[in-house]
T-cell receptor
Framework: SQQGEEDPQALSIQEGENATMNCSYK?????LQWYRQNSGRGLVHLIL?????REKHSGRLRVTLDTSKKSSSLLITASRAADTASYFC???????????FGTGTQLKVEL | NAGVTQTPKFQVLKTGQSMALQCAQD?????MYWYRQDPGMGLRLIYY???????DKGEVPNGYNVSRLNKREFSLRLESAAPSQTSVYFC?????????????FGEGSRLTVL
């Protein structure tokens, strides 16, 4: 399977702490995306990082990409209870149109 | 803007029954996708359509058929449902058919096959 793998599978932190989740993949990529899924809902796109970028910021999100290690990380700073969700990395495989997702990290932010 | 709309939201089938999940997008997107989500498995691509009139298999196409009816609509059909097809199904669309676009997802269709 070309599916990405994420770790940890689950993460529980206190509000105000930072949350870091990692994604590893096996194929060559042009870009890598991160999505968020609230319980029982569809996925929502968070951020995209291109293969020629090492780091990208968007609000409280920071994404890094290391193409030599085929890995990416998502950092959420100063987490809030509303950040409780599952987070997935995703990347295109199969020559172009197939967006493949990682297995996801379940984040729980407690008050 | 409705975005991506899936129907039905919930469905219970008996083994061997057939049904279609409907998906429509109002963003004039070229590409559309069907995924299934199972616990611990993340999302797996069933079929996708890079543009109107074209469809292609994803990672887990067996037991499914698709129709890209027009640019807006992409349906997923289960011809003879099996318990292994119990899952949450997500439709998504993208504004590009290349490697760049972000996907916009529907809210999911929860299917149980008894």
């Amino acid at each position: 399977s070309q599916q990405g793998e994420e770790d940890p599978q689950a993460l529980s932190i206190q509000e105000g702490e930072n949350a870091t989740m990692n994604c590893s993949y096996k194929t060559s990529i042009n870009n890598l995306q991160w999505y968020r899924q609230n319980s029982g809902r569809g996925l929502v796109h968070l951020i995209l990082i291109r293969s020629n970028e090492r780091e990208k910021h968007s609000g409280r999100l920071r994404v890094t990409l290391d193409t030599s290690k085929k890995s990416s990380s998502l950092l959420i700073t100063a987490s809030r209870a509303a950040d409780t969700a599952s987070y997935f990395c995703a990347f295109f495989t199969g020559g172009g149109n197939k967006l493949t997702f990682g297995t996801g990290t379940q984040l729980k932010v407690e008050l | 803007n409705a975005g991506v709309t899936q129907t039905p939201k919930f469905q219970v089938l008996k083994t061997g029954q057939s049904m279609a999940l409907q998906c429509a997008q109002d963003m004039n997107h070229n590409s559309m996708y069907w995924y299934r989500q199972d616990p611990g498995m993340g999302l797996r691509l069933i079929y996708y359509s890079a543009s109107e009139g074209t469809t292609d298999k994803g990672e887990v196409p067996n037991g499914y058929n698709v129709s890209r009816l027009n640019k807006r609509e992409f349906s997923l059909r289960l011809e003879s449902a099996a318990p292994s097809q119990t899952s949450v199904y997500f439709c998504a669309s993208s504004g590009t058919s290349g490697r760049v676009g972000e996907l916009f997802f529907g809210e999911g269709s929860r299917l149980t096959v008894l």
